[in-house]
């Protein structure tokens, strides 16, 4: 008889602790930027940015639980959509 994932009690099973592992978790960000000479001491830099540029969807990590049914089970994810920023920075 296994008992690894037994209910909570008195008995508390031979699971090691972290035996559940989740998903690997995937990120890509990205940032281009320009600087621009306006004058001698006045520049602009413009700058562009990506974070998960590639709009990877995460999985957060399975319920760990034994009581709920949904034991083992991943639910959620994790982590931002893809979001992107525009600024503009006037050096002098």
Avoid: C, W
Wanted: net charge positive; proline share 4%.
């Amino acid at each position: 008889m296994d008992t690894a994932f037994v209910k909570a009690g008195n008995y508390f099973g031979t699971a090691s602790r972290n035996a559940l592992r989740g998903p690997g978790q995937r990120n890509i960000d990205f940032a281009l930027h320009q600087t621009i000479p306006i004058s001698e001491r006045i520049r602009s830099e413009l700058r562009g940015e990506m974070f998960n540029a590639l709009n990877m969807v995460n999985f957060a990590n399975p319920s760990g639980a034994s009581t709920f049914t949904n034991f083992g089970k991943i639910s959620t994810t994790t982590g931002n959509p893809r979001i992107v920023q525009l600024a503009l920075k006037l050096l002098f």
